[in-house]
């Protein structure tokens, strides 16, 4: 399974924006790049997903590298409710493979 | 709250007694897994569901592990004869088919004393 590296730990301070990034070199073109969320005592939360195009929704962007080697999340304005574990993951596109590697993630420390 | 939903929250037991947890996915969800994770690490990946068909089980669940998902709706996981290393938190999540994320319960916390 391709695996992904992130940071062990990243601070922001509040209402600034934050830049996740993540390593996947060795990603297959058929792997989606997915990202959750674990907030303090609860499971994982869906964040977004991409395969090649950029992608927006209601909590966050995704920045896929035109090569995809890399990715970044970008939490736009960072709010202390945002304090979590943030997990990129890829994921096998035709199988929508069940196996997850979550790896370690980043923990995102957001300073009031 | 038509989330996922696990149950207890929380699970004390001692050294070789036997425990259940149960799991209600999003109700629409054929898709259904468990997870396990300790305490700084990521979860990982134990067993998958389709409907009621068990279709993948990790090398990590031992033969003291068995889950079960009749009738293709709730789902049960047992351990038996319990370790100390089985301390964990057991998540569950659901899905609709193909690449839909994963939607997960907030877990059922087991300490093995």
């Known amino acids: 399974d391709a695996k992904t590296t992130q940071p062990n730990s990243m601070e922001s301070n509040e209402e600034e924006p934050v830049h996740l990034p993540c390593n996947h070199s060795t990603i297959s073109g058929t792997d989606y790049i997915h990202w959750y969320r674990q907030l303090p005592s609860q499971g994982p939360e869906y964040v977004i997903h991409?395969?090649?195009s950029n992608v927006n929704n209601r909590m966050a962007s995704l920045a896929i590298a035109e090569d995809r080697k890399s990715s970044t999340l970008i939490l736009h304005r960072a709010t202390l409710r945002d304090a979590a574990v943030y997990y990129c993951i890829l994921r096998a596109y035709q199988t929508g493979a069940n196996n997850l590697f979550f790896g370690t993630g980043t923990r995102l420390t957001v300073i009031p | 709250d038509t989330g996922v939903s696990q149950d207890p929250r929380h699970k004390i037991t001692k050294r070789g007694q036997n425990v259940t947890f149960r799991c209600d996915p999003i109700?629409?969800?054929?898709?259904l897994y468990w997870y396990r994770q300790t305490l700084g690490q990521g979860p990982e990946f134990l067993t998958y569901f389709q409907n009621e068909a068990q279709l993948e089980k990790s090398r990590l669940l031992s033969d003291r592990f068995s889950a079960e998902r009749p009738k293709g709706s709730f789902s049960t996981l047992e351990i038996q004869r319990t370790e100390q290393g089985d301390s964990a938190m057991y998540l569950c999540?659901?899905?609709?088919?193909?690449?839909?994320?994963?939607?997960f319960g907030n877990g059922t916390r087991l300490t093995v004393t």
């Open positions: 109700s629409e969800h054929n898709r």
């Open positions: 991409g395969l090649t």
């Open positions: 999540a659901s899905s609709l088919g193909g690449d839909s994320p994963l939607h």
